[in-house]
């Protein structure tokens, strides 16, 4: 079903509240029980994402912010001025130099609501971001988002 998705890149992000999160992702699992034929709720939540090998609302927020964030980073210079800013605040760990982080300097709490602070989902990635092309990069990040085994862990 198409409503479960509609707008929802918009408004949906780790900072939205719980309560919406919990009525999206019902909305998302109705229209898949209706296209399963379960009326009577035979089958579970994950039974039915392995029927239609489709992603959550939130797993779909994670991929398409973290492949947007990416593309802008692999930009350079010659990138939007949100590249630059990126570049800025993104820190790269010695130990672990495929892991990402982004500073937060915000000093109000209404700086928790910045793009920049809404990008909690780089820290999932654990391949080697900076040499892939926008290919690879776009199946290492299904992987990353999409995998059965990464699934039931990151449901929210």
Not at 66 to 72: D, I, P, S, T, V
């Amino acid at each position: 079903m198409v409503c479960s998705n509609y707008a929802s890149v918009v408004w949906l992000n780790e900072l939205t509240a719980y309560k919406i999160i919990r009525t999206l992702e019902s909305i998302h699992y109705k229209g898949l029980r209706i296209a399963a034929k379960d009326y009577y709720t035979l089958l579970s939540k994950s039974r039915l994402d392995d029927i239609f090998n489709r992603a959550t609302p939130c797993k779909w927020m994670k991929y398409s912010n973290a492949k947007m964030a990416l593309n802008f980073l692999s930009q350079g210079e010659e990138g939007p001025p949100i590249s630059a800013c990126l570049r800025e605040k993104l820190y790269v760990n010695d130990r672990n130099p495929n892991k990402i982080s982004l500073h937060d300097t915000s000093r109000l709490k209404i700086g928790r609501h910045s793009f920049l602070n809404r990008l909690k989902c780089l820290k999932e990635i654990n391949f080697d971001w900076r040499i892939t092309t926008p290919d690879t990069l776009q199946i290492n990040l299904k992987k990353t988002y999409f995998t059965m085994e990464g699934s039931h862990q990151n449901r929210n």
